[in-house]
């Protein structure tokens, strides 16, 4: 199994950066062959794609909503795929979630088997 777990929210003035973090627990195995993906729910609506990245081709995905403004990566040294944000607007507010999946990248949340628990991302006006 795959344990995901999340860190880096917080909250940010609009205009501002913060960088997230997404890594294997302890108990879980390393990203390895695994496609990763950032997802977010903004407060009273659907998790919606972000980006995401592969693992043998290492290349990368964006949402037209944050194309320019985010950029996706992965350390294997580290074992750690990170989520720059940056020129933050008030509706980046949301809950991101970092998932992962065996196979290709895909943008529907349904096609990710493990998933992190969240980590919130406020950003004020």
């Known amino acids: 199994q795959v344990q995901l777990v999340e860190s880096g929210g917080e909250l940010v003035q609009a205009g501002g950066s913060l960088r997230l973090s997404c890594i294997a627990s302890a108990s879980g195995r390393s990203f390895s062959g695994y496609a990763v993906g950032w997802f977010r729910q903004p407060p009273g609506k659907e998790r919606e794609f972000v980006a995401g990245?592969?693992?043998?081709?290492?290349?990368?995905d964006y949402a037209d909503s944050v194309k320019g403004r985010f950029t996706i990566s992965r350390d294997n040294a580290k074992n750690t795929v990170s989520l720059q944000m940056n020129s933050l607007k008030p509706d980046d507010t949301a809950v991101y979630y970092c998932?992962?999946?065996?196979?290709?990248?895909?943008?529907?949340?349904?096609?990710?088997?493990?998933w992190g628990q969240g980590t919130q991302v406020t950003v004020s006006s």
């Open positions: 998932a992962a999946r065996v196979g290709p990248r895909s943008r529907l949340a349904q096609d990710y088997r493990y």
């Open positions: 990245i592969s693992w043998y081709v290492n290349n990368s």
